[in-house]
């Protein structure tokens, strides 16, 4: 029987704070954190868990943070041998904890998109442009975009993160690091979204988070998860509609057929919409590291 991890609980670690997927624990100069098996649907925590969700996003990370090391440095320390303090959770950890240097992030999502969906397709119907960003006349949903093109938004702490433009960042951070941070995240969408196409995904956007350690740049957060990214199975893409997707998808129809009113509490999960989910997850791995989740 999988363990499936709700909620961390570690007495003697200092708890930092908890996300809608992570529990962050404060060591010092370095934080534990640790992917639960918790989903959160139209940006509702549900009281149902995925299990082995938090180790597909966790082992995914490390897959992307070490392929593409030589693009930036990432925060990782120690993903595999919990020692000292952390010992006695050992167990717990497996498989879905990093212990990572501490930075300080910064106040924006890096967001890249190579194809027009989601928010980006709602902006372009009303615009013609995605934040600010131009683009063809005539672009049907999910159409991929003649470039990959950055589209920075806010971190929101609740609720959510609101597109801004390159210009906005640019004064938020400064335009020296917010071409920076666009030109390192244009880098890696391309190198991943190549690996992924051999592989039969389509990476259709995703979102990077970064912070600084002193003067050096650091690559942080999660790293082109299923829930930080659209990926789409290519051998299904069908421009001019939504894509089916390796996420929470099933999660979503689900609760849209029920007629949920999308405010808390969430409804539970039957197990047919667990399994369905756990199943995507798992094979976005699957497909994307050539190996099974252990």
Not at 269 to 278: I, R
């Amino acid at each position: 029987m999988r363990a499936v991890i709700l909620q961390t609980e570690f007495p003697g670690l200092k708890l930092l704070g908890r996300g809608k997927v992570r529990d962050i624990y404060d060591l010092g100069d370095r934080l534990l954190i640790v992917a639960t098996d918790r989903l959160s649907a139209f940006d509702v925590v549900l009281p149902t868990p995925i299990p082995d969700k938090g180790k597909v996003l966790t082992q995914l990370s490390l897959f992307w943070f070490e392929k593409l090391a030589d693009v930036v440095p990432h925060h990782v320390i120690e993903a595999v041998n919990f020692t000292g303090e952390l010992a006695p959770y050992a167990n717990a950890l497996a498989g879905r904890a990093m212990l990572v240097r501490r930075t300080e992030p910064f106040p924006i999502e890096c967001v890249v998109r190579g194809y027009i969906s989601g928010s980006g397709w709602k902006d372009y119907q009303r615009t013609g442009a995605i934040c600010g960003i131009p683009l063809p006349a005539g672009l049907r949903e999910s159409d991929r975009l003649p470039e990959p093109i950055f589209t920075p938004s806010t971190k929101a702490t609740t609720g959510h993160d609101e597109n801004i433009s390159f210009e906005e960042a640019a004064a938020r951070i400064g335009r020296p690091m917010a071409e920076r941070l666009r030109d390192t995240s244009l880098t890696i969408y391309r190198r991943a979204a190549e690996h992924a196409a051999a592989r039969g995904i389509i990476i259709a956007d995703t979102k990077f988070e970064f912070g600084l350690r002193g003067e050096e740049l650091i690559w942080i957060d999660e790293a082109l998860t299923p829930d930080s990214s659209r990926f789409w199975p290519a051998d299904k893409y069908s421009p001019g509609q939504a894509q089916p997707s390796f996420d929470k998808q099933f999660v979503r129809d689900y609760l849209e057929k029920i007629g949920w009113n999308k405010q808390p509490p969430a409804p539970a999960l039957p197990p047919d919409v667990v399994s369905g989910t756990q199943e995507k997850y798992r094979e976005a791995y699957q497909r994307i590291t050539g190996h099974a989740l252990e």
